[in-house]
């Protein structure tokens, strides 16, 4: 917890610079200007009149997964045969394979602007508790750089895949923090919405939020993919309005957004987390012409008052050939394929930031606000509603008041004559 003067802070578009004083690790003053005659030697951050804002949130990554697309692509490009894919490498992981990728991804969002992630490892009988694990020792060796939330993930399902529940229920006494879900690896819908209940079943004995991946599909043929309805119900019967969180949640985009599904969601207080680099790869892949998008539909889900987040998911394996933990990039493609044009650009950095922390039940103790943690980001724009058309390479990132990464551009450039 260090002491930091962030000065001429572009906080808000349209208004004057702000200086950001950070004591002990908390923002204790943002004014106009600050000036400190009795602490002359505290470290002053000049950000020049660039956008700040608040440490950027990963609220849905699998780092324990990551970078395995050099071992074995996905040629099909489907969901089946990622999960297949993933599932032979996973029998060879060992705890130090996951350490050592994951830390490589947790690198790299460090350096975008990441200040705090929820990873979601594979928790199953074939690699056991290693995911967790390897999260749980990183969340350790990362506590300076960022807050790191475990929730443990059924990926291969519950009931399909037998012993997955009691490990599970040892994964969060060994420390996750959360309970996954993925009701749609199941076999009938009668399974699915087992799997449901048994996730909140176990959510409520640990005392814990849920953040569940809910469907995966492009249209409403399967049932299975369509069961955000149910969760709706179940998380009002369990009182959990604010604590569930709902990813992919993709078949809502083959639906009309007049749907009651929609009003139930924004009722339920449920979180949407949209994932358009893998959702965008694993959809549509039996259209022939006019592909579909496959994504959930995030102008119909705002349109509702539904908190809508969004993430990188997959970095660079089966699921998801593509990433590099840059959410600022994945905002550039959530721009693209949603239809959102300049206007909501700066919505889309509040889906990283305001909304990412509302989905992780943080609002209270986050943001550019007196009182809350001194994390931030120095970005190379002059304008907030810039930065995703800007796309800028010069990051400054803060944790707790202190420098934990900054890169610097140098462009030299020769005009031809
Ligand atoms: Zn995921």
């Given amino acids: 917890m260090e002491d930091l003067l962030i000065r001429r802070a572009h906080i808000r578009d349209g208004e004057p610079t702000q200086d950001i004083l950070i004591e002990n690790g908390v923002i204790t003053r943002i004014e106009n200007q600050i000036d400190l005659p009795d602490n002359p030697s505290i470290p002053v951050l000049d950000a020049k009149d660039c956008v700040v804002v608040p440490g950027l949130i990963e609220s849905h990554i699998h780092p324990d997964k990551a970078l395995l697309e050099s071992r074995k692509p996905n040629v099909s490009g489907t969901l089946a045969e990622a999960i297949r894919n993933t599932g032979e490498l996973k029998a060879q992981f060992t705890l130090d394979d996951v350490i050592d990728r994951a830390a490589t991804v947790l690198q790299w969002a460090s350096a975008k602007g990441t200040t705090i992630l929820r990873a979601h490892p594979d928790v199953d009988p074939i690699s056991k508790l290693l995911g967790a694990q390897g999260m749980l020792t990183l969340k350790e060796s990362f506590r300076d750089i960022m807050d790191i939330e475990v929730v443990a993930f059924p990926q291969e399902g519950i009931i399909k895949s037998p012993g997955t529940y009691e490990l599970l229920e040892e994964a969060m006494r060994e420390g996750c923090t959360v309970v996954g879900g993925c009701p749609y690896n199941e076999a009938s819908m009668d399974d699915s919405v087992r799997h449901i209940e048994m996730v909140f079943e176990l959510a409520e004995r640990f005392g814990a939020a849920v953040d569940m991946h809910v469907d995966f599909t492009d249209d409403t043929k399967d049932p299975r993919y369509m069961t955000t309805e149910v969760i709706c119900e179940i998380t009002q ?49 039996r259209d022939t012409h006019n592909i579909r998008r496959g994504i959930a539909p995030v102008q119909t889900l705002l349109q509702h008052g539904i908190n809508v987040v969004y993430s990188s998911n997959n970095i660079r394996n089966a699921f998801t050939p593509l990433g590099n933990a840059d959410l600022i990039l994945s905002g550039y493609l959530l721009a693209e394929v949603n239809h959102m044009g300049s206007a909501q650009f700066g919505l889309v950095m ?55 990464s900054q890169t610097m551009v140098r462009t030299e450039s020769r005009a031809l004559s």
């Fill in 237 to 285: 019967a369990h009182g959990m309005q604010g604590r569930v969180s709902l990813g992919h949640v993709t078949t809502l985009g083959s639906i009309e957004p007049d749907h009651p599904v929609f009003d139930q969601i924004a009722q339920a207080g449920i979180s949407i987390v949209t994932l358009p680099a893998t959702d965008l790869y694993l959809n549509g892949r």
């Fill in 350 to 404: 509040d889906m990283i930031t305001t909304h990412a922390a509302q989905s992780l039940g943080r609002s209270a103790n986050y943001g550019l606000r007196v009182g809350c943690p001194g994390d931030a980001v120095v970005l190379g724009s002059g304008r907030i509603s810039d930065v995703i058309a800007d796309q800028p390479l010069e990051r400054t990132v803060v944790k707790n008041g202190r420098i934990v």
